[in-house]
C-alpha cells in the first residue's frame, strides 16, 4: 500500500523552527516529485514547497522562499522540510503528496498529486 506519514508538527513561537518529516513506503520513491502542501481554517489549500527525488531540484512558493528548505533521504525514503523563521501566517495543517510524474518544474496545483498522507498541525503564536 502507498503511504505517506507526516510528522514534526507542533507548537512553536514566532520566529522559531520546526522540521516536519514524510516517510513514503509502498510505491518506486525514486521516481516521483514529493511536495508539501498546507491548508489554514476557511483556505485552499496551497503548495508550500515540492522536490523531484531523482535529481533534488526543488520549488518553493513565494511565501517560505528563503525560510523553508526541502530535502530528501534516499536511504530513508523521507522528505523533510526545514521550517525557520516562523510567522503566525504560517499556522496551518501540513501534508505531503507525490507526483508520480516527474520532473515537476513548479509547485503545480493539488489534484497533480495522486497520493497523499494525513496532515501535521503546524502552530506559530505572535
Known amino acids: 500500500d502507498v503511504q505517506l506519514q507526516a510528522s514534526g508538527g507542533g507548537l512553536v513561537q514566532a520566529g522559531g523552527s520546526l522540521r516536519l518529516s514524510c516517510a513514503a513506503s509502498?510505491?518506486?520513491?525514486?521516481?516521483?516529485?514529493i511536495g508539501w502542501f498546507r491548508q489554514a481554517p476557511g483556505k485552499e489549500r496551497e503548495g508550500v514547497a515540492c522536490i523531484n527525488v531523482n535529481d533534488g531540484r526543488a520549488y518553493y512558493s513565494d511565501s517560505v522562499t528563503g525560510r523553508f528548505a526541502i530535502s530528501v533521504d534516499h536511504t530513508k525514503t523521507s522528505v523533510y522540510l526545514q521550517m525557520n523563521s516562523l510567522r503566525p501566517e504560517d499556522t496551518a495543517e501540513y501534508y505531503c503528496?507525490?507526483?508520480?510524474?516527474?520532473?515537476?518544474?513548479?509547485?503545480?496545483?493539488?489534484?497533480?498529486?495522486?497520493?497523499w498522507g494525513q496532515g501535521t498541525q503546524v502552530t506559530v503564536s505572535s
Open positions: 509502498g510505491f518506486s520513491f525514486y521516481d516521483h516529485a
Open positions: 503528496a507525490a507526483d508520480p510524474r516527474p520532473p515537476r518544474y513548479n509547485l503545480g496545483n493539488p489534484y497533480e498529486y495522486d497520493y
